[in-house]
């Protein structure tokens, strides 16, 4: 018997109940549209994020204290044998030949008060180098004052919300604020500019970092920021910032993070989350395939007399198998198909709704939805197959 | 060509031994025409689908043209049925989506004939049975006594030795019916062997011999010149002593 007489037989069978092939049809390709949609989704989601941080800026280096693999715990807590100092900071600006900017970063949460409104914020210590190196802009006032690295001036510059929330409509630039027990006149306003990097630039308090330092009673800083110039080379810069730590501290007790790591550190969390979707997704391919099983039993069950006629004319058992077999094949293989029709069209749309989303189905999620959506076929239609193989042809052929 | 020798059929029904077949001793000659008589139950059936491979005998040697029937496996008995034995079956079993011309087609798609000489045998079978102008006709769009023809044709397709009829007129009038009688025959004329299972003296009539069976025995063989159709034959042996 060849292929093609085989597709035949087996469409002819299928199309002889056009609404059950229809609706087992449909569940197969409900299976591979919500695995195209959602590996889209995921994709989109970690592509949307990877260009938030690319928008930063490839230059920018990282210094943590602590050794990631040495302590074993996450950079900047616990098990810091050494304190990243400002002097270090200072060393780094100076002695490393790509660098264009370093700000040094404390960090620690505060309650701002004013009058009788007060909220508890994060408070960044940073200096002026800060507004270049994280490209900030300025609503109104000025920034941190430049050169003040060690003396601490009481100055503040907040976030636009956290300006909302305590002055409502009055003009803060000039007025002192309290955080915490100390005294500071705000000389400045950031413009508003949202998330980066997992922190909510409105909702920021700004002081010298210094005054950071004592206020948060931290001998160490958070981290130290380093921009390179233009045509920095990354890789020999971090070279040169670690070869500057161990001198100056004996040994390597920081770890350094470029831009380049985080991306790939986001790329590879969001691409697990990608394939996550798309194992939830595919599971309703199984399903899928049981409503296959289904529609298949039904049918071996209804054609029995026909199988024993098969049998009657000597129809082979493999052949029987075969013709089954292939109908069940064919029925997801064509669900499957308009599954990704289906889905990539419901893609499309997204996209059109929302452009700040690049979603698009991986490669590797259409390719393994098809063929999961085939193999889901071919596997759930053996069960039928067989028992329509195992049939006694005289108790077939008699309707029992 | 049929040789069958002390061949028992026995049925478990529920742990209790039904006996369809006792004690079968016969020889069926290529080219014959035999007919099957006997009341209901006594076994007609289960004689024709073991002699057409569809069943195996419980015990007893079935030889078919030199061939011990019981040494072969699944795949042998299959490629017997197709290239030795045609069925025709009361109930027709024609594959109700598939026209004349197509279920004429089926065995021969499933034995791998290519495409060009199937459809030649096709039309070749369907002028056989007088079917041609249907040969586009699903089994729904035609009467009782063309689907049987239609399901002559596709029993004789494959060139068979053997073709096992049981009740082939059992669901058609007399016209009807007599014309399929007629075609049996004919094809027997040019040599097929014919076994027909029957309840009708007239159909039986038309046979060389006459098998009459009672509770799974063969009790009576009746030739031709024998036969009177006003007779019914189905005697309890024991009453006939
Ligand atoms: N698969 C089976 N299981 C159990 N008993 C069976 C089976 N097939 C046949 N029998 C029994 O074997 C006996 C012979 O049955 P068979 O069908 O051969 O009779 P028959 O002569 O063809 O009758 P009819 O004229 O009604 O068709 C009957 O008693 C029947 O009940
Ligand atoms: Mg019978």
Known sequence: MSIPDLLKFALRALSGHSLRTGLSMLGVAIGVAAVVMLTALGEGARRYVIDQFASLGTNLVIVVPGKTETTGALPGFGGVPNDLTLDDAEAIRRQVREVRNVAPVSMGTERVSFGERNRQVMIVGSTYE?????????????FLPAGDWDRGAP????????????????????????????????????????????????????????????????????????????????????????????????????????????????????????LALGGIAAISLGVA??????????????????????KALGVRRVQILAVFLTEAVLLSTAGGLLGLAGGWMAVRLLVQLYPAIPASPPTWAVVAALSISIGVGAIFGVLPARRATKLDPVAALAGR | ????????????????????????????????????????????????????????????????????????DELQLSEIRRDWIGFVFQAYHLVPRLDAAANVELPMIFAGIARAERRRRVAAALEAV?????????????????????????????????????EPTGNL?????????????????????????????????????????????????????????????????????
């Not at chain 1, 800060?130 to 000025?142: A, D, F, K, Q, T």
């Not at chain 1, 002192?176 to 508003?192: H, K, Q, T």
């Not at chain 2, 062997?193 to 098998?211: E, F, G, K």
């Open chain 2, 130 to 166: 007088d079917m041609s102008d249907r040969a586009d006709h699903r089994p729904d769009q035609l009467s009782g006594g063309e689907r049987q023809r239609v399901a002559i044709a596709r029993a004789t397709v494959m060139g068979p030795q053997i073709l096992l009829a049981d």
């Open chain 1, 130 to 142: 800060l507004l270049e190196v994280r490209e900030l802009g300025m609503g109104s006032g000025r």
């Open chain 2, 1 to 72: 060509m049929i040789q069958l020798e002390g061949i028992c059929r026995t049925f478990d029904v529920g742990g209790r031994p039904v006996y369809a077949l006792v004690d079968v001793d016969e020889q069926i000659e290529s080219g014959e025409h035999i007919a099957v008589m006997g009341p209901s139950g006594s076994g007609k059936s289960t004689l024709l689908n073991l002699i057409g491979c569809l069943d195996r005998p419980t015990s007893g040697s079935y030889r078919l043209g030199g061939r011990e029937v019981g040494d072969l």
């Open chain 1, 289 to 310: 395939g049981v409503g296959i099983m289904n529609v298949m039993l039904v049918s071996v069950s209804e054609r029995t007399a026909e199988v024993g006629l098969l």
């Open chain 1, 155 to 274: 100055v503040t510059v907040l976030g636009t919300t956290l300006v909302r929330e305590l002055f409502d409509n009055e003009n803060p630039i000039g007025k002192v604020v309290r955080i915490g027990e100390w005294r500071m006149r705000v000389i400045g306003v950031l413009d508003e500019m949202g998330m980066r990097m997992g922190i909510d630039f409105d909702e920021i308090a700004v002081v010298p970092v210094s005054t950071g330092m004592k206020m948060f009673n931290r001998a160490s800083l958070f981290r130290v920021l380093v921009k390179l110039g233009s045509s920095g080379d990354v890789a020999s810069a971090q070279r040169q910032i670690l070869d500057l730590i161990i001198d100056r501290h004996g040994e390597e007790d920081v770890t350094i993070i470029t831009q380049d790591a985080v991306i790939s550190t986001f790329s590879s969390i969001l691409g697990v989350l990608t």
């Open chain 2, 173 to 241: 009038d007399s016209e009807s019916g007599s014309q399929v009688l007629e075609l049996l025959d004919r094809m027997n004329d040019e040599g097929l062997t014919l076994i027909v299972v029957t309840h009708n003296p007239d159909v039986a009539r038309r046979a060389d011999r006459v098998m009459v069976m009672f509770d799974g025995r063969v009790t009576q063989h009746i030739s031709a010149d024998d036969f009177h159709g006003h007779l019914l034959p189905y005697r309890d042996p024991q009453e006939a002593q």
